[in-house]
């Protein structure tokens, strides 16, 4: 069977994930679809202006693809045309099978259990003509499942809201002008372009490729990536041979290429696979499945003690019938059959905070992990640093040093050396430099924007400063060498366009180690002399040098082959930290929470970065990439928590660094940008990816995404998710400590064969406070920054703990004592009139209310978090004591809650008196904070004598 495959959206405009394809059911039905099409295609008409299947545009040339779909390869289509065509076609998604209506939604609600039994107890009093007694169990019944399915409406919202904030897009050309829009715009006829961690965003008909490899696992089951070129085939062949089409939801794993779209949607190859799949229900959180216990737990007690309560009653003689409906309601009231629903809410109401602070979470559980986080793995480049690179020293292998000054990607500044300003002519070392680093480059900057990778953007400015704006004009490009991590160097063949015997010339650059080694010669003076150990280990030291200023180190060389570089020199590239960056990592590490560096830069820089970022100090070690190949993760393991930055890291490390933290019993959170960093963030506790600068694999693979790139954005999900947990854990203890005092008043009752002082529909009203606004308030608690102070939460710790139940039976027990106290003295004469009966419930529901005021922090004085801080818990204890007053005063409410008016001077007393478990509470409070307070001055005392 095919396994879920709607994760999130993809760039196949609302496709969802297919990594999880079952890849041989898949190609079992391609297969069988293929012959199909080839009866059908022989039969079929197609109008100039449709979309071609990937069968018929294999076999056609790209002149004949062209003149087909009346498109242009350079200019593209025009924006009239593409919006004709969108009309005709409709937008590059699929259309998700409608949803269950509302009303279908809201009638679920009475499917459980407990509801039924409800229901039940109220056809049993039609039966026994107690019709009031009917009318209002099912009026409360339907004011409880109204509550929840307007609970679960509301989660259902904010998932939806959450699908909405990362759009898919791509590059394409419109009017001859390279554009990045959204992909469901795109169109039959479209010119898109393909780069390394690119979704492929709709069938295409292939007609340029350098290198370019294509994963199509998710499709047709290959696992290896399928190499493409742009000739057209010769006879029709199944879809995983189709070397010239790249499939929508397939991933670009390597090289670059362009494409013309050829059909989308539900008419690509993936529409008919796309159209058998069925979105199944999402997994429950961890978190959930802890309430969901905790929930089974709670029943299975609640039962007991209810079952009990029953046959007590049948043993003194009691209406058998009347303890029947206050048993079941009980049940209702006792039982937290709306805790998993309230989990939900408050973790899908966390993200969308976490997406206001520029934090994009895809799946609820990152939550609740963001929390136990003790181990974060950044990338250096664009994470903690602006990634907007700067050429700002050149040196060449003559010797000559120049200084670059300007900031950005304009052509303000200078190029000077020995004071003097360099110009194209002026220094010819430096020019022969600052050329290869221009055509070795794949960048474009219009204006003050960059389109490519910024460390060739910045090689672009330094030209323009020089005025070599058009330099690589002067050469035909026939060869590109891609950029690999196990290289660590990109090249490119070219032909210079204007010289009478055009030889081939090859231009490199890449980390210093790698380039050297492939260089037998180096520049000086205008001539080639050979190159020796003692010149290697000249530029070394000077790159070292250049390293410790914190610079980024290129080597730049160039020659007629491969066998026969020359040496030309290094550019130091400046990019400087984020701001906020020193000030996160320094919060972060006095929350406990460890920090690596992973950088591509040599140890020099690498080092003096993280100093300066306050990672790396005195006594911790640095690690290369070479010393982390040569170990195994038992190795490693041994050591990672000492080291704090790791220098020439690739992708590749990431995923045994992730490995051995994992075994040392770490959470760990891995940042990434690029294909090859998808692994390492899957296996991550929490993958994060770059929402700026990251491949669309990459934020597949990941848990979170960082819209702005941005390390402190990582702290500030952080707090969310810790915040979060503690909201949980706060309306747990009030519904816990709710739910024990509602038990065990009516077990006391009738252990003392009292009558009971709350009858079944004020118990509904209980319940409906406990699982209703009130309770639902404390869960958007707003995140107290003081967290950040307290360590990441241990995974195997239980949600109950020793604390929690600590606080869960003083106040049960307060508000036992004090409602039985109520009920004993109004209960003087032994009769029970609505007056008693009132006066107890309106006790229990004041009690209700101070005690959800005392659980808003576990550890903190309301007046010190702020008693108007959460506008939702004042409106919502403001609507129940509003209600709570109807129950009293509103005569029809009267008559089915079996109440009384109560006199100013009742309201006041239980006022007073119910504020007790609030008072309690905040000097328990006061107490804790004082012993702590002492507790750390001693040790601060010792450490000094010491």
């Known amino acids: 069977m095919l396994q879920k495959v709607l994760n999130y959206k993809t760039s196949c405009g609302t496709l969802k994930s297919t990594n999880d394809i079952c890849s041989t059911e898949v190609h079992k039905y391609t297969t069988g679809r293929d012959s199909k099409q080839t009866k059908d295609s022989e039969k079929a008409t197609v109008d100039m202006l449709s979309s071609l299947d990937s069968d018929k545009a294999s076999l056609l040339t790209v002149e004949e693809v062209v003149a087909r779909l009346q498109t242009d390869l350079r200019h593209g289509l025009t924006h009239g045309d593409a919006k004709q065509r969108q009309l005709l076609h409709g937008n590059n998604d699929f259309e998700i099978n409608a949803e269950d209506p509302l009303w279908k939604k809201y009638l679920e609600q009475f499917r459980q259990p407990l509801i039924m039994l409800l229901l039940a107890s109220a056809l049993v009093s039609v039966c026994m003509k107690q019709i009031d007694d009917a009318i209002s169990i099912t009026v409360a019944i339907i004011i409880v499942v109204t509550v929840a399915f307007v609970q679960e409406y509301r989660s259902e919202m904010s998932l939806e809201e959450l699908k909405k904030l990362v759009p898919p897009t791509c590059h394409s050309v419109r009017s001859g002008r390279v554009e990045n829009f959204f992909a469901k715009d795109l169109v039959p006829g479209d010119i898109v372009y393909l780069n390394v961690g690119d979704r492929v965003s709709a069938d295409m008909r292939l007609f340029e490729t350098v290198d370019l490899c294509i994963d199509e696992s998710s499709f047709t089951g290959e696992t290896e990536p399928m190499n493409k070129h742009a000739a057209a085939l010769k006879t029709s062949v199944d879809l995983s041979r189709r070397h010239n089409i790249a499939y929508m939801g397939t991933l670009v794993r390597c090289g670059s290429g362009r494409g013309i779209v050829i059909s989308t949607g539900e008419r690509s190859e993936f529409g008919e696979v796309f159209k058998m799949m069925q979105a199944e229900e999402s997994p429950k959180t961890p978190l959930q499945k802890n309430m969901d216990t905790l929930g089974k737990q709670l029943s299975f007690y609640s039962f007991g003690i209810i079952g009990l309560i029953m046959m007590l009653g049948w043993i003194q003689g009691r209406n058998i019938l009347d303890m029947f409906t206050i048993g079941v309601s009980l049940a209702v009231a006792a039982i937290p059959e709306g805790l998993p629903i309230v989990v939900t809410v408050t973790l899908a109401l966390g993200v969308m ?143 210079p366009r204007y010289s009478q015997n055009p030889e081939p010339v090859l231009f490199v650059k890449g980390a210093l180690e790698k380039v050297i080694k492939q260089c037998r010669k180096y520049y000086y003076h205008g001539s080639y002399y050979p190159m020796t150990s003692k010149q290697e280990e000249q530029f070394l030291n000077e790159a070292c040098h250049l390293g410790t200023a914190g610079l980024r180190v290129l080597a730049i060389a160039s ?23 020193r000030e996160a990592i320094s919060t972060l590490l006095a929350g406990g929470v460890s920090i690596k560096m992973l950088t591509g830069d040599s140890k020099e820089t690498a080092c003096t970065i993280a100093s300066r970022l306050g990672l790396h100090s005195h006594g911790k070690r640095a690690l290369s990439g070479e010393e982390l190949e040569q170990m195994d993760v038992s190795q490693l393991m041994q050591i990672i928590n000492q080291v704090t930055v790791i220098y020439r890291a690739s992708p590749a490390h990431k995923l045994k660094i992730v490995k051995a933290l994992q075994a040392n019993n770490c959470i760990v959170g891995m940042t990434g940008d690029g294909v090859n960093d998808a692994v390492a963030l899957r296996k991550a506790d929490i993958g994060i990816a770059m929402g700026h600068s990251g491949t669309d694999v990459c934020k597949e693979a990941a848990d979170m995404i960082l819209v702005n790139d941005e390390f402190s954005t990582i702290m500030a999900a952080i707090e969310e998710g810790k915040g979060i947990f503690y909201n949980i854990k706060n309306f747990v203890r009030f519904q816990l400590s709710t739910s024990i005092a509602a038990l065990t008043l009516i077990a006391l009752s009738t252990l003392m064969r009292t009558p009971n002082p709350l009858n079944a529909m004020q118990i509904l009203w209980i319940n409906i406070i406990m699982d209703g606004p009130p309770a639902q308030s404390l869960g958007v608690e707003p995140v107290d920054h003081d967290v950040l102070k307290q360590p990441p939460r241990n995974t195997k710790q239980a949600m109950i703990t020793k604390s929690l139940m600590v606080n869960v039976i003083l106040s049960s027990t307060i508000i036992v004592m004090g409602t039985l106290f109520v009920f004993v003295r109004e209960l003087s004469d032994n009769m029970i009139t609505p007056r008693d009966t009132t006066m107890t419930f309106t006790c229990f529901v004041f009690f209700d209310m101070f005690n959800a005021l005392s659980c808003r922090s576990a550890n903190k004085s309301v007046f010190t978090i702020g008693l108007f801080t959460n506008k939702m818990f004042l409106l919502a204890v403001s609507g129940s004591v509003i209600g709570q007053f109807l129950v009293i005063y509103f005569p029809p409410l009267q008559r089915v809650f079996q109440t009384e008016a109560l006199h100013l001077n009742d309201i006041l007393f239980l006022t007073a008196l119910t504020s007790s478990v609030f008072i309690i509470s905040e000097v328990k409070k006061f107490v804790e904070r004082l012993l702590i307070m002492r507790q750390h001055q001693s040790k601060h005392f010792i450490r000094l004598e010491v």
């Open 353 to 495: 905070r976490m997406a206001k602070r520029k934090a994009i979470v895809k799946k609820l559980p990152t939550v609740e992990t963001l929390g136990c986080v003790n181990v974060i793995c950044s990338d250096k480049t664009g994470t903690l640093t602006k990634n907007e690179m700067t050429v700002s020293a050149i040196c060449t292998a003559d010797g000559q040093f120049a200084e670059v000054t300007g900031v950005g990607y304009n052509p303000d500044g200078r190029v000077m050396c020995n004071k003097t300003r360099v110009s194209k002519m002026s220094h010819p070392s430096i020019t022969k430099l600052v050329e290869a680093g221009c055509v070795c480059n794949n960048a474009h900057v219009f204006g003050d924007v960059l389109h490519g990778q910024p460390t060739e953007g910045a090689l672009l400015i330094a030209a323009q400063k020089m005025g070599m704006a058009d330099v690589r004009d002067n050469y035909l490009r026939q060869q590109e060498f891609p950029f690999t991590h196990e290289t660590k160097y990109m090249g490119v063949k070219c032909i």
């Open 559 to 581: 020659g007629p082959s491969w066998n026969d570089l020359v040496f030309l020199g290094l550019v130091g590239i400046l990019d400087p930290p984020r701001p906020g960056v």
